[in-house]
């Protein structure tokens, strides 16, 4: 076997690997999305993730994969639809002559992954109101949005990446474009029952799990070590032998920054250090720096990392205060800090680093010159009209043929039963034996029986997360 049939194998061993630890971010998503909403939409909210990946990886495997990165124009690839055999294992041929260091298969398991997670972003702002055939139908509408958007970026033959755009794992791909298509659809769907009053104000709805939010932040943040190390898409990168793990600490120092940024800046806007925003404060800094892991010094990730968690904070309040309801903060954390760490490489970029992964030029701090950051805010401008224009208009269409939202009822009994026929949590809504609400437990107290242990009721039998029920007779 010779040295380059090694290499080979060594780099589609380390692709696969990060392919699943990318995978594996659905999980995390699904445990922050359900922990952030209500209980009465957990189960819907943490089911969907299977459901979109399931949609995406076919899609883009029927079609997607192709128009991303077979070979064709500068616009969108024209070859590799429903691959064959051959396409799926050779190297650097046609139809997927990008891929030079990995076959066509591990190629395609590692950028499904990356379709996944930008879809799986959208359903954060229209979480717990949008009707379940939506996912399906949105679903293979933006795989292939985003598959076009794809190749002008992230192929060498691609018009953003000839003009030296720089995104190493997806800032702009995958989070900035998952963000316009998840505030096209807040935007159609409108707010959830109650979130606004009349007045205006917004009114609190606060998720029913934290720790579950906690576990999916830790989950996404392990799995972005798949996400933007994985991106070398080689052991090998440039002229440097295990660039990756230069990736991997950029990235980890621009979270570490994030918390900090995040619950600090809570603290000082909120006056209380909210856990969420220190989660979002983590998430905005992985999103942003997922476009410069590959380009920017260790102290310009930490200054990433430290004004993502800025952003997160104040872009959901100020989404709020817009009238958008986004359960999730999926526009600001992923959106606006997409925009962010796209233009903070074009900033920060260093010219040694650009010229090892052969792209683009250093930034602003260490050339004076606005070329690179002219280059980003270019691509931002040109991902930014056509994704949010074609998601807008395929959810409206829908809209007005069939409707996207759920009826008022469905919304407030919750998604999980009224789609689902289920309870995420049934023993807080039905009887279910030695559950919340049956009556041979003790500790059951009912609306109607205040005096059953003592002068106060424990709990009533509807959890609280249901104030849109009336209370449940003894």
């Known amino acids: 076997m010779k040295t380059s049939d090694l290499l080979i194998a060594a780099n589609t061993l380390w692709v696969v690997i990060a392919a699943v630890l990318v995978m594996f971010m659905q999980a995390g998503f699904a445990f922050l999305e359900a922990g952030l909403t209500r209980m009465k939409n957990a189960a819907h909210i943490a089911g969907k993730n299977v459901l979109i990946f399931g949609i995406t990886s076919l899609v883009y495997w029927a079609v997607g994969f192709g128009i991303a990165f077979g070979d064709g124009n500068a616009v969108i690839g024209t070859h590799g639809f429903f691959p064959s055999t051959d396409a799926l294992l050779s190297v650097g041929k046609a139809p997927y002559s990008f891929f030079s260091t990995i076959p066509g298969a591990a190629a395609y398991l590692f950028e499904v992954v990356f379709a996944g997670v930008s879809l799986a972003i959208v359903w954060g702002a229209m979480a717990e109101r949008a009707k379940l055939w939506v996912y399906f139908a949105f679903g293979v509408c933006f795989t292939l949005i985003y598959s076009i958007t794809s190749h002008w970026i992230w192929h060498s033959g691609g018009w953003l990446f000839g003009l030296g755009m720089q995104d190493f794992a997806g800032s702009t791909v995958v989070h900035y474009q998952g963000a316009l298509a998840a505030l096209a659809g807040a ?46 898409l080689a052991v090998v990168t440039g002229d440097k032998l295990g660039y990756f793990g230069y990736v991997a600490l950029t990235t980890n120092l621009a979270a570490a920054a994030g918390a900090l940024g995040g619950i600090l800046s809570a603290w000082a806007i909120l006056r209380k250090p909210d856990v969420s925003m220190m989660l979002n404060g983590v998430l905005a800094a992985l999103v942003a720096i997922t476009a410069a892991s590959g380009f920017v010094a260790p102290w310009a990730a930490v200054v990433i990392g430290l ?15 817009l009238g958008i309801d986004d359960p999730i903060g999926a526009v600001a954390v992923h959106g606006m800090s997409g925009v962010w760490g796209t233009l903070a490489t074009g900033l920060f970029a260093v010219p040694a680093l650009a010229a090892n992964l052969a792209t683009g030029t250093g930034g602003l701090v260490y050339t004076g010159s606005f070329h690179q950051l002219g280059v980003q805010a270019v691509g931002l401008l040109a991902v930014g009209v056509f994704t949010f224009s074609s998601s807008f208009g395929c959810l409206w269409a829908m809209k007005r ?47 109607n029986d205040p005096g059953a242990h003592g002068s106060k009721s424990l709990e009533p039998r509807v959890h609280p997360d249901r104030l849109d029920a009336e209370p449940e007779p003894a």
């Open 401 to 447: 043929l069939w409707g996207i939202r759920v009826e008022a009822h469905v919304e407030t009994a919750g998604l999980d039963v009224s789609e689902h026929g289920m309870w995420g949590y049934p023993e807080f809504y039905i009887p279910v034996p030695g559950g919340y609400g049956d009556p041979s437990t003790v500790l059951t107290t009912h609306w």
């Open 187 to 232: 935007l159609l769907l409108g707010p959830r029952i109650g979130k606004f009053g009349k007045d205006g104000r917004a009114n609190p709805i606060p998720g029913h799990n934290m720790p579950y939010a906690v576990l999916g932040t830790l989950i996404l943040w392990f799995g972005w070590f798949g996400f933007n190390p994985g991106s070398t």
């Open 307 to 321: 004004v993502s968690g800025v952003i997160a904070v104040v872009g959901v309040l100020w989404v709020e205060g």
